[in-house]
């Protein structure tokens, strides 16, 4: 579609250029949503290598999900919700995560392990590491609901 390498610099010119084939894709009826999608997917690491952000590297083998501690035996026999979200970054503390994830409510007082590479054996997509909106961290939305025999409570 586009051929502006990845390390070019952002300018108004290559903007431009983006902009126009997104209104000429629409002006004969494409799908905005599938347009948006590839200009995301295209333009993504362009921006961020020229804005200085590195690449979030998908997780190899686990990442955490903090929960309250009522909340653990349910989570050990039927898994986790479709939706739930997780965080690579491990050790961090109830007010950490809070902060960093921005964690509404109580502080959470317990944080299970999710094995990354188990679902990945066993055939699961593992989604996409983000920076967390208006949080200093990075987390990840499981779209499916997580089996039991890949969670386990981290103690402290």
């Known amino acids: 579609m ?3 390498p990845v390390d070019s610099p952002v300018d108004s010119t290559v903007l431009d250029q983006m ?3 997104y209104r000429a894709y629409v002006l004969q009826g494409g799908s905005k949503f599938e347009m948006g999608a590839r200009l995301v997917e295209w333009a993504g690491p362009w921006l961020a ?3 200085g952000f590195s690449k979030i590297p998908a997780p190899e083998s686990r990442v955490f999900h903090s929960t309250y501690k ?3 035996s349910s989570i050990m026999n039927e898994g986790l ?3 739930t979200y997780a965080t690579p970054t491990k050790g961090l503390s109830s007010s950490q995560a809070q902060g960093a994830l921005k964690l509404s409510g109580p502080l959470r007082n317990t944080v299970l392990e999710i094995d990354v590479a188990g679902l990945r054996a066993a055939g699961y997509e593992i989604p996409r590491v983000t920076r967390v909106v208006g949080g200093t961290g990075y987390e990840m939305k499981f779209l499916y609901e997580i089996p039991p025999q890949f969670i386990k ?3 402290k």
């Open 81 to 83: 919700r479709s939706g």
């Open 19 to 21: 902009a126009s084939a």
């Open 70 to 72: 009522s909340n653990v």
């Open 49 to 51: 290598a020229a804005y």
């Open 2 to 4: 586009w051929s502006v």
């Open 153 to 155: 409570e981290v103690i």
